[in-house]
């Protein structure tokens, strides 16, 4: 068997891995042109599809049969080539996104529900809440509803981002402001990478329920394993599956007081995770072209955390790195979601007696433990976990992997 997905620009797709979990077929990335699309459809080498943007319901005139639910929504994101060659067209992202609701928690029975966008996400979006029994309104940016006049829905329970805004490389954009919907009690967002768009930053930081697209990629994936083999496949697997992802692709951030082993420990995990290993200050350097104490001389810390910032924020939008802060990366308040979007952060905890100075401008300025006091809160603020780094490399290393795992 001969599987993959059909898209035009695939150069960062979960699929494969996805798949590689569900199935022993090959699974490809099939990138193809508007103009390519008919003859890849009729002539291509492929047992079945799974068909992306912007191709949901371009496919639709060049299959033979649709499924119920492919023709009630009016696009195709599966594709089955039959034993008589024949091309069979299905929907598995309304699957997804119903699954992805009820994993979320978020109750949308009897509620009013936006649904950001209106392509062939906002299809399943649409018919999944329908079913559910939510009130449904599309907001597209020419339509009756749109971004304009959202104030005439300032009463939304429910909203749901079913646009590519703020997905990567694109990242630290949101559709829309939430601060306009005094009413609102949760956050759909089908974007997965970064696993915290900004809309969904905004949600967290609000209190409310929020869910990514991670589950509905993985849900959906599932059933199209299905349509392609022919086999039932546990519903368990899609946890165990979105368990695995997550671990996967999302950043290890580690921060803490300078010198508390950030480096170290962060090679150390690289190493025994298989991923790339960052290291924010040395980045620093290789941009500013000069050491850290010379950029504090020239720009001052301003200047300096100026460009920290910047480079927290390439580095914090890419996925399955281990990335060592500075120090003092905590004191600018925007660099939280930088690092949060794609990442768990962890605090790398030291008794100060250990901590070096040489080389560490703040800290030479300032007592270690006057700098620690300032920062505390702020490391407090920032981290998902605490790790205390007084004993071994190896030891913080694992365990930071058992509160990856969820063991800890």
Known sequence: MRCGLLGRKLGHSYSPVIHSFLGTYDYD?????????????KNGDFTGLNVTMPYKKAVIPCLDELSPTARKMGCVNTIVRRPDGSLFGHNTDYFGFITMVKKSGIQVTGKKALVLGSGGASCAARNGLLDLGAEVVIIS??????????????????IVNTTPVGMYPNTGLSPVDLRGFPRLEGVLDVVYNPSRTRLLLDAQSMGLPWENGLWMLVAQAKEASECFTGAALDDGLIAAIHRRMSILVGNVVLIGMPGCGKTTVGQFLAQAMHRSFADADAEIVRLAGMSIPEIFARDGEAGFRQLETRVLGELGKQSGLVIATGGGCVTQAENLSLLRQNGRIFWLQRELSLLPTEGRPLSQATSLKELYNRRKPLYKAFCDHSIHNNGTVAEAAAAILACLEGTQ
Do not use: C, I, M
């Open 141 to 158: 940016r020419s339509g009756e509803n749109n971004y304009q006049n959202l104030s005439r829905h300032a009463d939304a329970a429910v």
């Open 29 to 41: 990335l099939f990138e193809k042109e508007p103009e390519e699309l008919a003859d890849f459809l």
